[in-house]
């Protein structure tokens, strides 16, 4: 289980997240929605430890988490993607694929050195798995292109490639439908229900209520840096506040 | 004009050397050093002042390769914290602050008359050391080149984020490769403390950086059999000047002034034109049939 317990953070004046709580377990797909500027993404940062919050504490499978380290978070396990895809542009997707091993001895200069063979037979495996995780994704005729020459939608896809290299017990996906194409859309679909299955915590912001719906067993709202719902998305889409304050009402009721 | 052949490939040998250090760094990592000169320094000086203590010539080169790497980690220590735009004012102003302590410092510097140096007598030997360290400079770093480190030294200097969110710590990948560069500069410095036979601070200027830097630009940051080229064309420009101030009967100083004006246009030229460099950065290509 990944949880934030009161977590609190300001910027300035701001008060971006005031006292948030949501719990994510394994085998299920956790949604985050509300306005622009409710704190979704600024939560995903703190977990990520991109920011170091005021307050509150973070906990995966009861351990604590550390904070403001993002290195270490990943090390623990939990993997995350960006609302604009961070890829080393420069490289081939499939060097990007290789980048996502986790602990890779080639990345040690003694081992480098020393331990040519070892180095070879890590890089090996990785290769197979990349090749793998790429045909997966769909991106198998990609793999010797630049990652920077993907459309959005591929390098969307290419991150959460990355990610699962590194086999994440969580991952925490920062809005991996927006301005991607229904079949890409569809096709991550699949892959968070597989992903799922799998046994992972999936934490998901996104405005694509379709996909929420779909995917989501259970939803926080936030609005104006608090938690003002939960529940399955058929409640959250029966909830009056939440209608109030993001999804509105259909045009014709 | 055979002897002119050997200095000449000696001195491109040598600067070889400081392309492929300021390469991995900056070429490959994405760190502004604009200090590079400092464990070129390091090296010469500690050739220096072991001669000059009746030291033979590998206490010299031990003491260079010790003392470079340890100074590296101490100058990018404050760094740590820094955005990367830093890492420029930091090392810039690290060897500054070493060229003016050795100009201060003359009891164990020489201050601005130098230090003598033993010199190699055979100017082919001195050709060959130098040789022989680009050699071995060359095989280390493509090595870093093509493995697993190097490409996370690649995407660290496409994103630091993305690396860190990858488990990476940044810092530790940037304190490595600083270290390895700056043991080949080291090595350079002594190489060419004994082939000159005397250091002064005059030969570790802001300048000098400033040449390897456009060695690096010009040869193609990422790439190190272009930097190499990028490092000969700019010696032999260096050394050719010469010849063209016999030719055209202009002062010395003048010359001199034009070489480095004509380094800063081939720098704006390249950033603007061909900022991949003339041999620009391989693409890494996987080939599925190997596995």
């Not at chain 2, 040998?13 to 760190?31: E, P, R, Y």
Request: aromatic share 6%; hydrophobic share 50%.
């Amino acid at each position: 289980m990944l949880s934030a317990t009161d977590i609190t953070l300001s910027f300035g004046g701001f008060k971006a997240l005031r006292g948030v709580t949501i719990e994510a377990k394994p085998g299920t797909v956790t949604g985050l929605i509300g306005p622009n500027g409710s704190g979704k993404s600024t939560l995903l940062n703190v977990i990520g430890g991109v920011y170091v919050p005021d307050s509150g504490q973070l906990t995966l499978g009861g351990q604590p988490l550390p904070l403001g380290r993002p290195d270490r978070v990943a090390q623990a396990g939990i993997g995350r993607t960006f609302q604009v895809p961070r890829l080393a542009h420069r490289l081939t997707v499939f060097q990007n694929m290789l980048a996502g091993e986790r602990d890779h001895c080639g990345e040690r200069v003694a081992d480098l050195f020393l331990r040519p063979g070892k180095v070879k037979a890590q890089e090996r495996q990785a290769s197979e798995r990349a090749t793998a995780m790429l045909k997966r994704l769909g991106l198998g005729h990609k793999a010797n292109d630049y990652a920077g020459s993907l459309s959005g939608g591929q390098q969307k896809l290419l991150t959460m490639g990355m990610l699962l290299m590194s086999d994440p017990a969580a991952l925490l996906l920062d809005e991996p439908a927006a301005g991607v194409n229904p079949v890409l859309i569809e096709q991550q679909v699949a892959l968070l229900n597989t992903l799922r299955d799998e046994g992972r915590i999936i934490i998901l912001i996104e405005h694509n209520m379709e996909m929420i719906a779909d995917v989501c067993d259970r939803v926080f709202v936030l609005d104006g840096g608090q938690v003002i719902a939960e529940g399955t998305p058929a409640e959250i889409r029966g909830n009056e506040t939440v209608i109030r304050s993001y999804l509105g009402q259909p045009a014709n009721s | 004009m055979l002897d002119f052949a050997i200095y000449s490939i000696t001195i491109i040998a040598v600067w070889s050397v400081l392309a492929l250090s300021l390469n991995i760094q900056f070429g490959m990592t994405g760190l502004v050093n604009f200090g590079q000169i400092l464990p070129f320094a390091l090296g010469s000086y500690a050739a220096g002042i072991s001669a000059s203590l009746g030291y033979p010539w590998w206490i010299g080169a031990l003491a260079g390769l010790i003392a470079a790497p340890l100074i590296a980690l101490l100058v990018i220590m404050p760094a740590q914290r820094l955005a990367q735009d830093y890492w420029a004012l930091i090392t810039l102003g690290a060897a500054e602050i070493f060229r003016l302590t050795v100009l201060n410092a003359p009891a164990l510097t020489g201050g601005a008359d130098g230090l003598v140096v033993p010199r190699f007598i055979d100017p082919t030997l001195a050709m060959s050391v130098a040789l022989a360290v680009l050699a071995v400079t060359f095989l280390l770093a493509q090595r870093i080149s093509s493995s697993p480190y190097g490409r996370m030294l690649r995407v660290l200097r496409e994103d630091e984020i993305l690396a860190s969110t990858l488990g990476r710590s940044p810092i530790r990948y940037q304190a490595s490769v600083s270290v390895i560069a700056w043991m080949m500069a080291a090595a350079a410095g002594v190489t060419y403390a004994h082939i000159t036979g005397y250091v002064a601070p005059s030969s570790f200027t802001v300048t000098e950086t400033f040449i390897i830097w456009t060695a690096v630009i010009l040869g193609g940051p990422g790439r190190n059999i272009g930097v190499i080229f990028g490092a000969a064309i700019i010696q032999l420009l260096g050394v050719s000047s010469r010849f063209v101030a016999q030719w055209i009967d202009l002062p010395p100083d003048l010359i001199a002034n034009l070489r480095l004006a004509s380094f800063g246009l081939v720098l704006v030229l390249m950033f603007l034109y061909r900022p991949q460099g003339l041999i620009p950065e391989a693409k890494q290509v996987h080939d599925a049939e190997r596995n």
